[in-house]
C-alpha cells in the first residue's frame, strides 16, 4: 500500500494512506511525494488524488460601484430665462445718469493725470538742474587744482574757466563769503600725496620693529627646550624604528641568514675538502656563524659530522668556511647550529622571552 507524504508550506508530513491523505484538505498545489517518484509533485498531478482534492473557488471581485447621475439639465434652464429679462430692464431704466457720470470721471481722471505729470517733470527738470551744478562745480575744482599744483598737461595757454568755475563755487554754497576762493585754494594747494606718505610711514616703521625685535632670554631658553624635545623625539623614534628592525632580524633569521651551493668534488679516495658558504641579509655584521657538516652514505647514514666556524660576515655580504676531506662519506649535509651578533643583539640558540627568543645583551 502507498505512503504519502505532503509538505504543508512549513514542514514534511507523513506518512498517510489514501484515507487518511482525505482528511488532510489537500489542494491542487500541495507538494506530494511517495516512494518511486524520483522528486515532489503536486496532487494534482496524480490521478488516484484528484477526487480528494479540494477545490477552492476563484477569488471574489467586488462590482466597481455605480456614479450617480445628477439631473443639471432643469437647473441651467430656469435661471437662463431670469437672466435675459434683467438686463432688458436695467438698461431702458435711466441711460441718460449713467453716461453723465461716465463724462465727469473720464473729465476728472485727466486732469489728476495733468497734475501728476506735471509735477513729476517738475521734479525732474530740479534734479537735472542740481546734477548739472554739481558737474560744472567738480570741473571747477579740478581746474583749480591743476592751477596751483602747476601741473600742465600741454603748452596750450590757459583761459577763464578757472575763474568762472570759483565763482560757480562761491555761489553754490550757502555761507560763501568773500574769502572763499582763498579756501579752495589752500584745500587744492593739499597733495593727496602726503596722505599716501602719511599711511605708509606707520608700515614701514611696523616692520622694522619687527625685523629688530630680539627676543628675550627666556624666549630662547624656551626655544632651546623645544629644539632639544623634538631632538629627543626624533631620536627616540630611530632608536624604536630599529629595536623593531633587530627583532625583525632575529625572530626570522632563517629568512637572512642562510648557506649557498656546495662545490663539492669526489674521487676514489672520498670527497675533497670544499667551501661552505654562508651569506648574511641582515644590515650588521655576525659575528660568529657555526655550521656542523654531516658526512653520509647512499643509505643516508651519517659516518661523521664536523664543525664549521666562520667569524665577521659583513652587512649585505658572504663568506666562505672550509669543511674538510672526508674518505668514506660521499653525500653532504649542512647547518647552522649557532649566530651571534652584537649589533643585533641576537644569540642562536638561546633561551630568551617568548615574544623574543633570541635577544641578548
Known amino acids: 500500500m502507498k505512503k504519502y507524504f505532503l509538505n504543508d508550506g512549513t514542514g514534511q508530513q ?87 457720470s461716465k463724462k465727469k ?31 560744472t562745480v567738480g570741473i571747477g575744482e579740478m581746474n583749480s587744482e591743476s592751477q596751483n599744483t602747476g601741473d600742465v598737461a600741454d603748452d596750450k595757454p590757459a583761459t577763464s574757466t578757472p575763474a568762472t568755475t570759483q565763482q560757480v563755487v562761491a555761489t553754490n554754497d550757502e555761507a560763501a563769503t568773500a574769502d572763499a576762493p582763498t579756501t579752495a585754494d589752500a584745500k587744492s594747494n593739499q597733495p593727496p600725496v602726503a596722505t599716501t606718505t602719511k599711511t605708509n610711514q606707520p608700515v614701514a616703521v611696523n616692520d622694522k620693529a619687527k625685523a629688530n625685535v630680539v627676543p628675550t632670554k627666556a624666549q630662547q631658553a624656551e626655544a632651546q627646550k623645544l629644539a632639544l624635545k623634538k631632538t ?74 664536523e664543525t664549521v666556524i666562520i667569524y665577521g660576515i659583513p652587512a649585505g655580504a658572504g663568506l666562505n668556511g672550509q669543511a674538510p676531506a672526508n674518505k668514506k662519506g660521499n653525500n653532504i649535509k649542512v647547518y647552522i647550529t649557532g649566530v651571534t651578533s652584537r649589533k643585533l643583539h641576537f644569540c642562536y640558540p638561546n633561551s630568551g622571552s617568548a615574544d623574543d627568543p633570541y635577544f641578548c645583551n
Do not use: C
Not at 489542494?27 to 480528494?52: M, Q, S
Not at 435661471?79 to 429679462?85: D, E, I, K, L, M
Open 105 to 135: 470721471t473720464a473729465w476728472l481722471s485727466w486732469v489728476l493725470y495733468l497734475l501728476v505729470f506735471g509735477g513729476v517733470g517738475y521734479f525732474i527738470y530740479q534734479d537735472m538742474e542740481k546734477n548739472k551744478d554739481n558737474k
Open 232 to 305: 629627543e623625539d626624533d631620536k627616540k623614534k630611530q632608536q624604536a624604528a630599529a629595536a623593531a628592525k633587530e627583532k625583525e632580524y632575529r625572530n626570522n633569521w632563517a629568512k637572512y641568514i642562510s648557506v649557498g651551493n656546495l662545490n663539492i668534488e669526489k674521487d676514489d679516495d672520498g670527497v675533497k675538502a670544499f667551501n661552505v658558504p654562508v651569506y648574511n641579509g641582515t644590515n650588521a655584521t655576525l659575528d660568529k656563524v657555526i655550521l656542523r657538516v654531516d658526512y653520509m652514505k647512499k643509505e643516508k647514514k651519517v659516518i661523521k659530522s
Open 14 to 100: 507523513g506518512p498517510f494512506t489514501l484515507e487518511e491523505l482525505k482528511e488532510k484538505a489537500v489542494r491542487a498545489d500541495t507538494p506530494i511525494w511517495y516512494e518511486g517518484l524520483p522528486d515532489w509533485t503536486t496532487a494534482g498531478a496524480l490521478d488516484e488524488l484528484k477526487d480528494i482534492i479540494i477545490h477552492t473557488p476563484p477569488p471574489f471581485h467586488a462590482p466597481p460601484p455605480v456614479e450617480e447621475v445628477k439631473p443639471t439639465v432643469t437647473v441651467v434652464e430656469t435661471p437662463a430665462a431670469t437672466v435675459t429679462q434683467k438686463p432688458a430692464t436695467e438698461v431702458t431704466a435711466s441711460p441718460s445718469p449713467v453716461r453723465s
